[in-house]
């Protein structure tokens, strides 16, 4: 209930304007969020990758309404990509492609989705496309499959958990050999196509973690690049101790060494079941958000927990 409230004001213009503009949202969502300039990503990064932790960095935005902002987000990416390069940074890039106007045309995503791929490649980096709801989910996947036969192996997808298709496409997407996110799933999705309760999604989750580490073992038990940008095949990216431990033994059991199987968390979520996964050896990879488009993130993370609405809610009792 509570998560389809949020959820579905996360896509209202006029309550983005209203707390965009509310600088007590700002402070309590940048518990969450990196900062507003590439700067502060970057600054983000250096200090988890002082402490051994990689980053992934995902430049805030999403639904492009005309080509564009969906040109001037392809842009922003270019410059985190180029920032990354000089400082040398231990971090690849998460992407949405409603940035890059999916919705309005699938050519006009695939033409942006190609120009990040090849600064990707110039700097050496990896893309990792992030899985939106539903109803972007064919289109996105058709995009990665068609860059992936033109030769971009620089890319990476992501299966939500939620949706009863997701073991056939993760079945496709290691046949290929495209390296896979694991997640629970951050939309609110019918009945018809996605799992409603809690205990049937995180079955699902251990399910296909289970297929992922043995698709990855069939697949030469890829480790994390030594420059920590391109990610093994596996990546678990759950805050849930459960599914961490489950991916965590039932790699050990068959046989995938901890360099290939990685866990991904959010920015200022759970930092010391990261510290702990990176002192046991694992990969661990942080998602950096920035940008000044961090309204609906914001909300996808307080209809994650009941918790952050009263912290949320008490801050502001506070004012
Ligand atoms: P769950 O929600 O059950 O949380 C387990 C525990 O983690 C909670 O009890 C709490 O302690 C902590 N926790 C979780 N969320 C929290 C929050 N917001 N604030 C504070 N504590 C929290 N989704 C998607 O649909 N498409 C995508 O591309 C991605 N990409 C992505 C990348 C990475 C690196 C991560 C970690 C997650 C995503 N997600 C995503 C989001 C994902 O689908 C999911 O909504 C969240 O990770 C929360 O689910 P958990 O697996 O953490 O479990």
Redesign the pocket.
């Known amino acids: 209930m509570m998560r389809a409230f949020f959820i579905s004001i996360s896509k209202l213009a006029w309550a983005q304007k209203a707390i965009t503009h509310w600088k007590l949202a700002w402070r309590v969502s940048s518990?969450?969020i990196a900062g507003e300039t590439a700067a502060d990503a970057v600054e983000a990064v250096r200090k988890l990758n002082a402490v051994g932790i990689l980053a992934?960095v995902d430049h805030l935005g999403e639904h492009s309404h005309t080509p564009a902002d969906a040109d001037l987000a392809v842009n922003n990416i270019l410059i985190i990509l180029e920032e990354i390069q000089k400082a040398g940074l231990q971090a690849n890039v998460?992407i949405?492609l409603s940035q890059f106007g999916l919705a309005l045309d699938p050519d006009l995503a695939y033409a942006n989705l190609v120009r990040v791929l090849m600064k990707g490649r110039e700097c050496n980096n990896f893309v990792?496309?992030?899985?939106?709801?539903s109803g972007l989910l064919p289109a996105t996947l058709s995009l990665i499959y068609r860059v992936w036969e033109q030769g971009f192996d620089n890319l990476g997808a992501?299966i939500?958990?939620?949706l009863y298709r997701s073991e056939v496409d993760l079945g496709q997407l290691l046949e290929r050999g495209i390296a896979v996110?694991l997640?629970?799933?951050?939309?609110q999705e019918k009945p018809d196509v996605a799992y409603r309760r809690?205990k049937e999604?995180?079955a699902n989750?251990d399910r296909l973690a289970d297929v992922l580490i043995q698709g990855a073992i069939k697949r030469g038990k890829r480790s994390v690049s030594k420059d920590g940008r391109f990610p093994p095949l596996t990546?678990i990216?759950?805050?849930?101790?459960k599914?961490v431990r489950f991916a965590a033994l039932t790699a050990k059991q068959q046989g995938l060494p901890k360099s290939a199987l990685e866990f991904?968390?959010?920015y200022?979520?759970?930092r010391a079941l990261q510290w702990d996964l990176a002192a046991q050896g694992y990969p661990v990879?942080?998602?950096i958000p920035y940008g000044t488009h961090w309204y609906p993130y914001f909300m996808?993370?307080?209809?994650?927990?009941p918790?952050?609405v009263r912290f949320f809610l008490s801050s502001l009792l506070q004012q």
């Open positions: 518990r969450f992934t998460s949405k990792s496309v992030d899985m939106e709801d992501v939500q958990s939620y996110r997640v629970k799933g951050a939309y809690r999604v995180d989750f990546a990216a759950s805050h849930d101790l599914r991904q968390m959010l200022g979520i759970r990879r942080v998602y996808r993370r307080l209809a994650e927990r918790a952050n």
